[in-house]
């Protein structure tokens, strides 16, 4: 399966600034997914980042606070704005090889804590 | 009611015992099922992918699934400590991938 690299790994962050979360794969890959976990749960779909047009963003996430680009079939970003203590997180990245009903794979996150 | 129902644990077996992982769902569109594992500070690791009711086994690990309960099942045999990891089981339907809380599984030595 596709090898999924993120960075950074981990981020302490002071409120108020942005960060960008960079995804990279070692192969072209049809979609890719951005999420959050919370510690204890379940991992919540941000968007899907589409190759060349404006991601699609799930209900209570919007662009202007997490802009994606996804500007080839190996790489995407995923910026957090204006942060504040409520977007401490882990954030995610899955990739999804061939088409139809395939599992997605995940990089191994990055930590982000907001002072 | 959540889509798909999963118990958070923690569960603690010792080393040697078989495991029972359990999730239940309520959306009939749901056609695939996987489970992840998932250790501290990394990401979720495919383990199981499985579309038809059944048993599908991999080595220590076999996964069930039964549609007509929508109720799937992944079984850990003669389990280990490097066992130790929270299991979050997913379904496809539609498109669409729902993922369970996970549940932590500790093994004891």
């Known amino acids: 399966s596709a090898v999924i690299s993120q960075k950074p790994s981990r981020d302490i962050c002071q409120r108020g600034t942005s960060l960008t979360i960079q995804c990279q794969v070692d192969?072209?890959?049809?979609?890719m997914f951005w999420y959050r976990q919370q510690p204890g749960q379940s991992l919540t779909l941000i968007a899907t980042?589409?190759?060349?047009?404006?991601?699609?963003?799930e209900s209570g996430f919007v662009i202007d606070k997490f802009p994606i680009s996804r500007p080839n079939l190996t790489f995407s970003t995923l910026t957090v704005s204006n942060m504040s203590p409520e977007d401490s997180s882990i954030y995610l990245c899955?990739?999804?090889?061939?088409?139809?009903?395939?599992?997605?794979?995940f990089g191994d996150g990055t930590r982000l804590s907001i002072l | 009611q959540k889509e798909v129902e999963q118990d958070p644990g923690p569960l603690s077996v010792p080393e040697g015992a078989i495991v029972s992982l359990n999730c239940t769902y309520s959306?009939?569109?749901?056609?695939?099922f996987m489970w992840y594992r998932q250790y501290s500070r990394k990401g979720p690791e495919l383990l199981m992918y499985?579309?038809?009711?059944g048993n599908k086994e991999d080595g220590r690990f076999t996964a069930q699934v039964d549609k007509s309960s929508k109720y799937i099942s992944l079984f850990i045999r003669d389990s280990q400590p490097s066992d130790s990891a929270t299991y979050l089981c997913?379904?496809?339907?539609?498109?669409?991938?729902?993922f369970g809380a996970g549940t932590r599984l500790f093994v004891k030595a």
């Open positions: 192969s072209q890959v049809t979609m």
């Open positions: 997913a379904m496809i339907g539609g498109f669409k991938t729902i």
């Open positions: 959306n009939s569109a749901f056609q695939y």
């Open positions: 980042a589409n190759q060349g047009s404006e991601a699609t963003y």
């Open positions: 499985t579309y038809s009711s």
């Open positions: 899955s990739v999804v090889e061939g088409t139809g009903n395939q599992p997605q794979h």
